[in-house]
């Protein structure tokens, strides 16, 4: 599948929005002026004039209006080149992978981690889709963002799921090491899909020091480590980061309204409060058994819940 980009005036989006008029999709997509879709061409047009034809057609529907600008350094770059600690110069406008996990905070629902590969010539597009630090996003814009993404990159989802979480966790594992091998399988994944390509770096959200990271993963069979680097905030410094904790952020979401069908209600994120009623909620209704398969049981909110159960019952 073919993606093409143009540079656009309005003017010129806004005669395409007429000639497409028959295919115009009824999409909210963040920061377009139009999507439709031909029966070979997703095309979608951006406020900045950037549009995007996905698809067999692309070509041929691109040719109508336009030559594809040709390489990402025309536009400005994403993080400059600033180096940051150890990360080669320039990491920011390479072609990535990064990975990142949701969910290891949460009492309720999985670990979910996310290793996802952005070509250089990708990272202006994401940007414009509004790829960016998934903490400054609510439920509903990483919604959107993720369901168009999923389609234009490589990725791979590691879903933990809590009977498996429960389980491994009281082997002994650490959390630390849970993450570490899922990273690690994720971006063998990638690696795996977009073979013979090779990314220029790896860049993983850093959640231990790179030591700890392939101690954890002493046992695995294969370990994902040339041209890796970790760093804090890694979302900031290449948008394939950012893509991966959207993607992240997406399923984990998924996860948790699945949760909430089979609970009845609407389960809380976090571990605050809010979740230990939650919890408490779920053992009156569907007994002490179900918490398993809903919870990370280590947490001291699985205590917390039982006092409550217990207090309404006496
Ligand atoms: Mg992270």
């Known amino acids: 599948m073919g993606n093409i980009v143009l ?11 007429n000639f497409y008029k028959k295919n115009i999709l009824d999409k909210n997509i963040p920061g377009s002026v139009f999507a439709a879709k ?38 400005k770059p994403a993080s400059s080149s600033k180096a940051k600690g150890n990360l080669p110069n320039g990491i920011g406008l390479m072609s990535a ?3 990142d996990e949701v969910g290891t905070g949460d009492f309720f629902g999985p670990i979910t981690v996310v290793a996802a590969y952005v070509r250089k010539e990708n990272i202006p597009l994401l940007k414009e889709l509004g790829v960016r630090d998934s903490k400054d996003l609510n439920d509903d814009k990483i919604i959107a963002i993720a369901k168009v993404i999923k389609d234009i990159i490589p990725f791979s989802l590691m879903t933990l799921k809590n009977e498996k979480y429960n389980q491994v966790q009281q082997s002994g594992m650490s959390q630390g090491k849970m993450k570490a091998i899922l990273h690690n399988q994720a971006i063998l994944n990638v690696l795996d899909k977009i073979s013979p390509e090779k990314p220029e770096a790896i860049l993983i959200d850093q959640f231990v020091q790179a030591s700890t990271y392939y101690q954890h993963l002493k046992s695995q069979k294969a370990i994902a480590k040339e041209n890796v ?10 948008l394939a980061v950012a893509a991966a904790s959207i993607l992240a952020r997406y399923a984990f979401i998924q996860y ?13 994120k976090g571990a605050g ?12 209704s569907k007994g002490r058994d179900i918490l398993p398969s809903f919870v990370k049981l280590h947490f001291a909110n699985t205590d917390k819940a039982i006092a409550l159960v217990n207090k309404k019952r006496n």
Request: hydrophobic letters at 40%; charged letters at 25%.
């Open 97 to 99: 992978i990064g990975s």
């Open 7 to 17: 540079n656009l005036e309005m003017n010129k989006i806004m005669e395409m929005r």
């Open 256 to 268: 948790i309204d699945k949760l909430s069908d089979s609970a009845g209600f609407k389960i809380p």
């Open 229 to 238: 680097y970790f760093s804090t905030k890694a979302e900031g410094i290449h």
């Open 273 to 284: 409060a809010q979740v230990d009623v939650a919890a408490a909620k779920l053992i009156m």
């Open 38 to 75: 031909t029966p070979a061409c997703m095309i979608t047009a951006y406020k900045s004039g950037k549009v995007l034809f996905q698809g067999n057609d692309s070509e041929k529907e691109a040719n109508r209006w336009g030559r594809a600008s040709t390489s990402a350094t025309s536009n």
